[in-house]
Each structure stands twice: as structure tokens, then as C-alpha cells.
């Protein structure tokens, strides 16, 4: 209670200065109202004047709609008293999921929702004003450094029956006359299963940070697949002028930097608050925790984080927020003019013109019709396609045994420019290059992680090749270079070592764990699982992390023999890695970016050399190359960079002064 009584006391102090101060909180959108209190966490009542240009009358709303003449005529300090009993009238809205699902508690956390506009006596309106309050909660209780996402939205543009995007409604009872079969509960097509434009509503987005908030008004849609059919959907932010501005123009991701220049990256066009895709309901992290663990391969992996989320100050569970993939990801990572940027998924277009869809079958044709055994074929392949980047993509969905994959011509996505040349990048040479995405039906998702020893490469390797166009032909061509299939196992013995390391995913998902635990474990309370709530939601949530832990723990035990087996390979040799001193060098090993200071023991096939990098740090001198057995031979022990074939396990040590 002591705690409680100093923190209040201290609280009530601060909304003094903070009011006192007068802060904008629209500042981005040029409103000419203002707020006194900016959004975030209050212990305490607030009492929040609104401010605007001399001669224009104010109206503010408190339920999440825009604000015009016919609502609260502003005539002094709106007073803000607690929200800890606040109703939450949209979480008891039936008819937005046929899953089981029942209507939860309303005893969530919540917010004020205050937005203002003010108008002139000719008619003209300013920008609306909006803010987000939650009084009467400690922030770091609850949520700790997680961001909170607050979205403001007219009630029927998600709820109405004909219009609402977020409902079974009209579309999902016509579409039901119409079955003559019974269906399951993720099949059912309804209000949200829409897409396009039409289905875009307008919304106003406030990301609330740990010491600043931004606000944009912005477009919103469903987003997913079958996801659409939960009860708590995938959201997709969309930035357009006709909202206001043309792109988010904030750093959300403060740790994300510009691949052109090495810049934070503080422009996007689209962000997806994510479900969990074919993981709610259990770890709901498994396509962050990869998408993170493989970021440095050759192929694109989006910006993410966890996020709290808020509709209309009601609590709507924790998402991951995911940078989208579209041109302008292209145009603002690596500089080139999104206008000659081309992405296609699921092998249709998705940026671009109709007639780009001929380049990927240009693409497509050369490696199904000719022949990849020829070295001045494969040599023109290496001019279509970005070798290396295919070859780590596949070898990443090999490893984490991804079951809705390119492999069943699903979740699959390139890029390349139109016109090489016409950009500086050196990616602008029309070369098609992967994007990875939506990776949850994987790491035995829906089998506790049990399917670890599983052989999913006798599956796709070495079978005969189709003539329906399906995206895995490709690999199925290119495995008759002998160059590709030694860069594949290659690439499948790196992504093991280093990339999904057992040390590596084991760190992370503490990591990661620590962040979604609490969240995860109220929005299964919120949206379900059910039975889930009836114990312990959060002992729940951690079983599902842990099934994702023995899934990894044991693929990474288990893989070299996959390979092995796969490939009719000899046994893997175990080579041990390591720098004589991590402060005054590192080593990198084959295409790998990550490097190596301390010991690493790893699994290759003595099949294949290894290529080992030495890489001193300034001031440093690199010795040379010591190798402990008598199983491996070093091309130049001297040289930075040297090739290393061998017979058996050996140990290598760049040594370092």
C-alpha cells in the first residue's frame, strides 16, 4: 500500500506539469486542436482542456466516432475519471466468428477515447484532434516497454451487418444459402473474407510509446487467410493521402535501419497487426521468432514487434507488428524507385503491371525447359535468379518444416525491378529475389513440435516435375546442377550451425517468451482458446513455447541426418570453429553473416569444402589458420579467406594478434 500511495502521489504531480504544458498530440495532421494531456497512463483522474483557433466552436466525441456538430458541444475541462469500470460494448457484439466463442469477461483493461474537431462559422472543419487515456494503471505493470496500438474507428465500419468488416454479416448468410455441403468454421466466408479497396474503412492509429505517442488517420482492412475467420482478426494500417499523409512517417521499429544506408528507417507505407496467423491459439510467435533468427540470409525478412492493441479503448489482445512487404518496402530499404519494382505472390502480381507477370514466366520457362546441367545455362539461370537468395529460402523452409509453403504453392512471394540499371542499388539488376512470410504452419504447430526428425526433404527432392506452373518446379530443375545441390546442403549445414543454432533459438525464445507471456496469456483469456481459460491461461501459453523450444531443440539435433539421408551422404563430421580472440577478430563461414567469436561446433559433410573468413578488428592483426587433427587441409593457412577440405572432424582456429 505504501508502494501504491507514493506512486499515485508522484502521478498526480506529473499530469500537473504534463496538463499544464499544453501538449499537441496531432501534430502530424496540421489540426488546429489541442489537448492539454497527451495520451498514455495516468494513476490518477485527469482533467484535459481542448484548445483551438479563436472564432471556432469545438465538439468531441467519447466513444471512438468522429466528432461533428451533433455531438458534445465543448464548453469546458472534459473530465476523465477512471477507466478500470469503463464498459466494453464492442467485445459483447456477437456474429464475428463461427469458431466457439464465447463472449468474455469485461474486465480488461481500457481506455478514454477523446476526439475533438473544431468548426468554423463559415462551415469549414479542422483536422480532428484524437487521443488515447488509460487512468488509473501503472503502464510498467501492465505492460511493461510494450508499445500500444490504438485504433478509433466509427463502431459500424467494423460491426454493421452489411458494411462492418470485421463481421460474418450479409455476405457470410448469402454465401450460406448457397452451400449445399456443411462447412467448417475456418471455412466460412463472411463480411471479413471481402477484399479491396471497397472493404478499406478509415480509422485513426495512435502508436503509444513508452515516453511519446504519434497519431495518423489511415486506411484499415482484414488481413489473412483462414485467420479471418477468428474472433480476433489480423488488421492491416494502410497510409494513403486521401487519409492525410501518404506514408506512416514515424521510426516504429527503433532498431531497423536502411539497407542503402545504414539510416533508422522512418518511413512506411502499410503495417499489419498480426494475429498469429496458424499459431493463435498456441505460441503465437513462431513467425517473428523465424523471421528474426534468419534476418542476415540473402532474402528479405520483415520488421517486427509485439504490440498491445485497443479498439475504441477496448482491449483487443496482443499482436505482432509486421512491416508489409509492397514496392515501397524496395523503394525505401534499398533506394530504388518503387515505380519499377515488381513483386509477385502465389504467382500473381501484386506490384506492378499486368504484363511483369511475363518476366517471372521468362524466368520460370528457362529453368523448367532447359538444361540445368549445362554450366552456360545455369550460368544465365545466375542472371535471372538470384541463386544464393532462393538457395537460403529453401533452405530455411526445409528446416523449420514449413507445411503451407512454396512447396504447396502458398506463402510464397519474389521481388526484382523491371528495367535493370535505371537505380544505383546493386539489387537493381532484375534479378527475382525471395521474401519470406506467414511461416507459423511450421516447427509442428499443430503436433506439440514432435515432428522435429521428420524428413521433409524426401518429400520435395528428386521428384518428377509438373506441368501446372507450380513454384517448386524450380527447385526441382536447378537440383540437376551439381553447383546448386552442393550450395543447397551447404546452405541447409549453415542454417542448422549458425542460424538456428540450438544456443541461438534457446536465447531468443527466453527473449521473445518474456515479451508475449503476460498479453498472450489475457488474450487467450479475451479471444480464446476456452478451455485454455478454465485453468491457467499463462501456464497454457508457456506449454505452447515450450513445445516450440523442443521443436527446434530436437530439429537441431536431428537435421544432419535428415540431410545425410536425404542426400546418401557419409556421416556428418563434427568441425569446430572459433576465434584465438573474440575482441581482436571473428570468423564467418561460407555466406554466412553472423559472425563467430567464440567456440562453435558444427556438422558438415566431407563431401563439400567449407569457406572460412577471418576478420580482424581495427588494430588486430589476422596470424593465420590452425587446424587441430590430421583430417583437414587448408587451402592458404595464411590468407583471410581460405578453403578447407577434409576427411573427418578437425577443429580450425583463426588466430588472431
Known amino acids: ?9 508522484f502521478m498526480a504531480l506529473l499530469i500537473c506539469l504534463v496538463c499544464f ?3 499537441a498530440v496531432a501534430e502530424e495532421t496540421g489540426s488546429a486542436v489541442t ?6 497512463f495516468y494513476m490518477e483522474p485527469i482533467s484535459v482542456t481542448i484548445s483551438a483557433d479563436e472564432g471556432t466552436t469545438i465538439y468531441y466525441t467519447l466513444d471512438g466516432t468522429v466528432p461533428d456538430e451533433t455531438d458534445r458541444l465543448y464548453q469546458g475541462p472534459v473530465e476523465l475519471g477512471l477507466t478500470t469500470a469503463k464498459p466494453d460494448p464492442l467485445s459483447q457484439i456477437p456474429g ?9 469477461p469485461v474486465d480488461f483493461p481500457s481506455a478514454h477515447i477523446l476526439r475533438a474537431v473544431a468548426i468554423g462559422s463559415d462551415g469549414s472543419r479542422s ?8 487512468v488509473g494503471y501503472d503502464r510498467q505493470e501492465l505492460y511493461g516497454d510494450l508499445p500500444v496500438v490504438s485504433l478509433m474507428i466509427e463502431p459500424d465500419h467494423f460491426f454493421d451487418y452489411d458494411t462492418g468488416i470485421y463481421m460474418l454479416g450479409r455476405s457470410h448468410d448469402e454465401w450460406k444459402a448457397e452451400q449445399e455441403e456443411s462447412f467448417e468454421a475456418w471455412e466460412a466466408f463472411g463480411n471479413y473474407s471481402n477484399r479491396g479497396k471497397e472493404w478499406e474503412r478509415p480509422v485513426t492509429v495512435e502508436f503509444i510509446m513508452e515516453d511519446e505517442s504519434y497519431v495518423q488517420d489511415m486506411g484499415v482492412r482484414i488481413k489473412g487467410g483462414t485467420s479471418r475467420t477468428a474472433p480476433q482478426k489480423s488488421l492491416r494500417l494502410i497510409a494513403r493521402e486521401e487519409y492525410g499523409l501518404k506514408n506512416i512517417k514515424y521510426p516504429l521499429y527503433p532498431d531497423y535501419f536502411r539497407e542503402e544506408d545504414g539510416e533508422l528507417l522512418k518511413k512506411y507505407k502499410s503495417v499489419t497487426l498480426r494475429n498469429g496467423g496458424n499459431d493463435r491459439g498456441f505460441a503465437l510467435i513462431r513467425d517473428p521468432f523465424i523471421s528474426r533468427l534468419t534476418t542476415g540470409l540473402r532474402f528479405e525478412t520483415a520488421a517486427n514487434r509485439p504490440v498491445v492493441a485497443f479498439i475504441n479503448g477496448e482491449y483487443w489482445g496482443i499482436y505482432t507488428l509486421n512491416e508489409e512487404y509492397n514496392d515501397n518496402y524496395i523503394d525505401y530499404h534499398y533506394g530504388i524507385n518503387n515505380d519499377n519494382v515488381i513483386t509477385i505472390k502465389n504467382n500473381e502480381i501484386e506490384d506492378g503491371e499486368e504484363d511483369d507477370e511475363e518476366l517471372y514466366w521468362e524466368m520460370y520457362d528457362f529453368v523448367i525447359g532447359e538444361d540445368m546441367t549445362d554450366p552456360a545455362i545455369y550460368a544465365q539461370v545466375g542472371e535471372m535468379l538470384d541463386i544464393g537468395s532462393y538457395v537460403d529460402y529453401m533452405a530455411v523452409t526445409f528446416y523449420i518444416h514449413n507445411t503451407d509453403s512454396i512447396f504447396q504453392d502458398n506463402n510464397w512471394e519474389m521481388w526484382r525491378v523491371r ?7 546493386p539489387l537493381a539488376d532484375g534479378k527475382w529475389r525471395m521474401m519470406l512470410f506467414d511461416t507459423d504452419s511450421s516447427s509442428g504447430v499443430y503436433d506439440r513440435g514432435s515432428t522435429y526428425g521428420y524428413n521433409n526433404l524426401n518429400d520435395y527432392l528428386f521428384i518428377t516435375i509438373g506441368e501446372d506452373g507450380h513454384p517448386a518446379w524450380i527447385l526441382e530443375a536447378l537440383m540437376e546442377n551439381e553447383d546448386f545441390k552442393r550450395d543447397l546442403i551447404i546452405a541447409l549445414c549453415d542454417v542448422r550451425n549458425y542460424y538456428f543454432h540450438r544456443d541461438r533459438t534457446n536465447a531468443l525464445l527466453e527473449t521473445m517468451g518474456a515479451w508475449y507471456t503476460p498479453q498472450a496469456a ?7 482458446p476456452f478451455w485454455g481459460a478454465e485453468w491457467d491461461t499463462e501456464k497454457a501459453y508457456k506449454d505452447h513455447l515450450k513445445d516450440l523450444g523442443a521443436f527446434f531443440d530436437g530439429r537441431y539435433g536431428a537435421f544432419p541426418y535428415i540431410v545425410q539421408n536425404a542426400f546418401d551422404l557419409g556421416d556428418p563430421a563434427f568441425v569446430t570453429i572459433q576465434s584465438s580472440d573474440g575482441s581482436k577478430g571473428a570468423v564467418y563461414a561460407n555466406t554466412c553473416n553472423l559472425p563467430i567469436t567464440d567456440k562453435i561446433e558444427t556438422r558438415y559433410f566431407t563431401e563439400y569444402s567449407i569457406t572460412l573468413t577471418a576478420v580482424p578488428e581495427p588494430g588486430a592483426t589476422f596470424v593465420g589458420w590452425q587446424v587441430d587433427g590430421e583430417n583437414a587441409v587448408v587451402a592458404d593457412p595464411a590468407a583471410l579467406t581460405t578453403e578447407i577440405t577434409f576427411t573427418g572432424s578437425f577443429d580450425i582456429t583463426a588466430v588472431f594478434e
Do not use: W
Open 1 to 9: 500500500m505504501k508502494r501504491t500511495f507514493n506512486l499515485r502521489f
Open 522 to 528: 489475457e488474450t487467450y483469456r479475451r479471444f480464446g
Open 127 to 134: 483536422n480532428g484532434t484524437s487521443a488515447t487515456y488509460f
Open 21 to 23: 504544458c499544453g501538449i
Open 419 to 425: 528495367v535493370p540499371g535505371q537505380d544505383a542499388s
Open 96 to 104: 464475428t466468428t463461427l469458431d466457439h466463442y464465447d463472449l468474455p
Open 35 to 40: 489537448f492539454s494531456c497527451q495520451s498514455g
